[in-house]
């Protein structure tokens, strides 16, 4: 018999969609497999496809993207363009929108599944989360967001294997952002001094690691979508990543402040109040760390400072790596701990193609 067909449309080829596409096209280009037909690619200035669903060639589509001179379709005709595709499809949405991801339930519904790490779904209101998870469960369509917490680590798939072969999770605990390990790993780093606190942020926009503003990191809210991610899945119903206590690193008189630059600019008049932070960990011969916590049983949630023992995991982590422990009943008291990179473009893609292919092997 002929092989399976599967239509993917991605939106988005930023970082993360551009490190897809040639891990897609590695994938596509492997035998035997199902035959991977790219049929809609959009950026939110261009798209790509044909009205007669032939393929586009993955390794020159970012290239031919940039030339193409047809606009985004609206996201409800994205649906219906797939909805009519001659065999199943799947969305892949590598942006951070709003807007694509409250397509999610609709597209469920009409039976395309979804693969992303587009945060916004997952961690939004409970109301689009339910109605993502009944919209799939009634079409039997499927939809996977592993990079949406720690990148491509099996942090997502580790936790629904634990709670759905009967395992308790009693605690989460790490450090679930790239950019804040960063920061802290060398501000505060186990041995030797570490710089100022503004010169490190400096320094971690310089090497790419926080958002071209780099409030979007030092706010807390990219570690509280991510404990909203997981809290929900272990169980506990989160309203939304601002239900609970969640600490921003930035300076109350500098919120307002209109740019990122003017930000930086304006942040070593700061630096005292992490060193004075910095200097009370040290007194108890501890450093200091951004991490996010879940205690199940209180149902509670919460991100911010924390004192570490220089021994422990999180206090030597290196670089920008993220770490994530489970503590749960079958654990006991060592607990179950992921760790590596979190952030960056190829290891996100890895966990949006490995995703795609569980989804391809399902539908
Ligand atoms: P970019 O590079 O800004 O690309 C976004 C693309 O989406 C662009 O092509 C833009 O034109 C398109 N787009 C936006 N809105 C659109 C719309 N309405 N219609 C069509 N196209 C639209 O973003 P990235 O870096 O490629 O990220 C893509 C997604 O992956 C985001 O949802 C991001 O949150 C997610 N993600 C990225 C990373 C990462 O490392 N880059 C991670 C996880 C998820 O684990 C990583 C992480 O959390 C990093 C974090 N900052 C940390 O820990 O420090």
Avoid: C
């Amino acid at each position: 018999s002929a092989a399976k067909q599967v239509y993917i449309a991605v939106i988005g080829a930023g970082g993360v969609g551009k490190s897809f596409l040639s891990q897609l096209q590695a994938l596509a280009t492997r035998k035997p497999s199902p035959q991977l037909k790219l049929a809609y690619i959009a950026t939110s200035r261009k798209a790509l496809f044909n009205d007669d669903y032939s393929a586009i060639d993955i390794g020159s589509a970012v290239d031919s993207l940039a030339g193409s001179s047809k606009s985004p379709l609206a996201l409800s005709q994205v649906v219906d363009y797939l909805a009519a595709a001659p065999a199943k499809a799947v969305l892949v949405d590598n942006t951070s929108s709003q807007d694509v991801a409250e397509l999610y339930p609709l597209a469920l519904s009409r039976g395309i599944s979804i693969v992303t790490p587009n945060k916004k779904a997952f961690s939004g209101s409970y109301k689009l989360w339910q109605d993502i998870f009944s919209a799939a469960a009634s079409s039997g369509a499927k939809v996977y967001h592993e990079s949406s917490v720690g990148a491509g680590l099996p942090v997502i798939s580790t936790l629904k294997d634990l709670v759905e072969t009967g395992d308790k999770v009693t605690k989460v605990e790490g450090v679930f952002s790239g950019t804040m390990s960063f920061l802290f790993n060398s501000f505060a780093p186990t041995e030797g001094q570490g710089g100022k606190w503004s010169a490190e942020v400096k320094n971690a926009k310089a090497l790419g690691y926080t958002e071209p503003d780099p409030r979007d990191d030092l706010n807390g809210l990219d570690v509280a979508r991510k404990l909203t991610i997981l809290a929900r899945l272990a169980g506990l119903p989160v309203e939304s990543p601002t239900s609970f206590p969640v600490q921003s690193l930035i300076p109350k008189e500098l919120e307002s402040v209109a740019s990122g630059d003017e930000f930086l600019e304006k942040l070593p008049a700061f630096d005292q109040q992490l060193e004075d932070i910095k200097a009370e960990a040290e007194k108890e011969g501890k450093v200091v760390r951004f991490v996010g916590s879940i205690d199940v049983a209180t149902k509670s949630v919460k991100v911010g400072l924390e004192k570490f023992d220089r021994s422990h995991p999180i206090a030597a982590l290196k670089g920008s790596d993220n770490i994530i422990s489970f503590y749960t009943e079958r654990y006991g008291s060592n607990p179950l701990i992921i760790q590596g990179a979190g952030a960056g473009g190829d290891v996100t893609a890895m966990g949006v193609t490995g995703d795609l292919i569980k989804v391809v092997s399902q539908i």
